[in-house]
């Protein structure tokens, strides 16, 4: 099990701003060398796209992005300078926006957000799946990439909404 880490960094309030956060994590997780598979990263990809985007979108200060690895869990909260507090809404399948949230609700291990004294802290964690090593034991070297277990189903609905959502970028 690899120790406990965390990495922070500020994002402008600006669209812009969300790819290139987005790498950022990316690039911090696997700096960490946890041997992640892809199927993983991608939905950590997908994940940090939205819960930035929706940082970028409903604020207009700073906002600061912390990636921490517990041991066994990869956490990603984002604060900023917006003091109301996010909550699901349902949209129909077709709609342009408010799905982020419902992607995170359906990906993420946990998520939930907190009043800060200068806004609030929107977070979400994941149980990931460690990449196979050489000997399949799922430790070390990532192997053939295949995951440990067999990987979660999620409904059509989602996995459709969760393609176009992050063909498309940030959360709407």
Do not use: Y
Not at 131 to 160: F, I, K, T, Y
């Amino acid at each position: 099990m690899k120790p406990s880490r965390s990495r922070s960094f500020p994002i402008a309030a600006e669209a812009q701003a969300v790819p290139e956060a987005r790498r950022l994590v990316l690039a911090v997780v696997r700096g960490w060398d946890l041997h992640l598979t892809g199927a993983t990263l991608e939905e950590l990809a997908l994940l940090c796209s939205e819960i930035i985007g929706n940082a970028v979108r409903h604020t207009t200060g700073p906002a600061t992005v912390t990636v921490r690895w517990t041991g066994s869990r990869l956490r990603v909260e984002v604060t900023d300078t917006a003091s109301g507090l996010p909550a699901p809404r349902g949209c129909a399948s077709n709609a342009e926006s408010g799905r982020g949230l419902m992607l995170i609700a359906a990906l993420a291990t946990a998520w939930g957000s907190t009043p800060t004294p200068t806004g609030k802290a929107v977070w979400f964690e994941m149980t990931p799946t460690p990449a196979a090593d050489e000997n399949g034991d799922g430790l070390d070297q990532a192997g053939a990439g295949q995951p440990l277990a067999s990987p979660r189903v999620h409904p059509v609905a989602v996995c459709e909404t969760t393609l176009a959502a992050h063909e498309a970028g940030p959360a709407r």
